[in-house]
């Protein structure tokens, strides 16, 4: 029974994760606003919202943005030894961002009105940082977890970038450019995205030579 739940675990949460994003997604089809985006976005702007902590949280919102993915990519191409690692690293952020893309193209949802402290442009729903950080970083997670002996190093390392993931949401709550639904299905759908890929993609990447 035990090995039985720990084969089928992984599945759960994917079955989990995407019945909660679909249920999100027909919630807001429309641009539909729920009354958790504008709770949390009432008081984001009550309570968070200043000049010290602004200027932070756009600089971690680019952590999820596309020119410093661009950088990430580029550097795991030249910087992996394992070039069956690198390359999985890259085609998990293409694929990534090419479903993000789609999905934004069939909710077609509108981003927030109320205030924005930065520019976006584009659909809202998922939002593509929460997304592509979720599945970028989340990769590097598991990489780092299979990979890296040191245990003290290793758990560092993903806890550093567990709370990065975390912080690029928020900042895109605080910043006014997403709804909190966008950036919880964002996390949703690529947490069970992860699961898929990397069933997928393990016997290819770490195949004995």
């Not at 729920?34 to 009432?42: A, E, G, M, Q, R």
Request: charged share 10%; with cysteine.
């Amino acid at each position: 029974m035990q090995v039985f739940q720990k084969k089928n675990i992984k599945w759960v949460i994917v079955l989990v994760c995407i019945s909660i994003f679909v249920y999100l997604m027909q919630a807001v089809w429309g641009s539909h606003v729920l009354p958790i985006d504008t709770s949390v976005y009432n008081f984001a702007i009550k309570h968070f919202i200043s000049d010290t902590l602004t200027p932070i949280m756009i600089v971690i919102t680019q952590f999820g943005g596309t020119i410093l993915m661009i950088v990430w990519a580029i550097a795991s191409l030249v910087l992996i030894t394992n070039k069956r690692i690198a390359v999985s690293v890259v085609s998990n952020l293409v694929l990534i961002a090419l479903l993000n893309n789609i999905l934004k193209l069939i909710v077609r949802r509108a981003r927030p009105t109320g205030f924005r402290l930065i520019t976006e442009t584009g659909y809202s729903f998922p939002s593509g940082h929460s997304m592509v950080s979720m599945a970028f970083y989340g990769y590097l997670i598991y990489l780092i977890y299979k990979n890296v002996r040191n245990k003290k190093l290793r758990w560092t390392l993903m806890t550093c970038f567990s709370l990065l993931i975390i912080i690029i949401g928020l900042s895109r709550i605080y910043l006014g450019v997403h709804y909190t639904s966008d950036v919880f299905a964002g996390f949703l759908f690529s947490l069970g995205y992860l699961v898929v890929y990397i069933k997928l993609t393990d016997p290819i990447v770490f195949q004995k030579k």
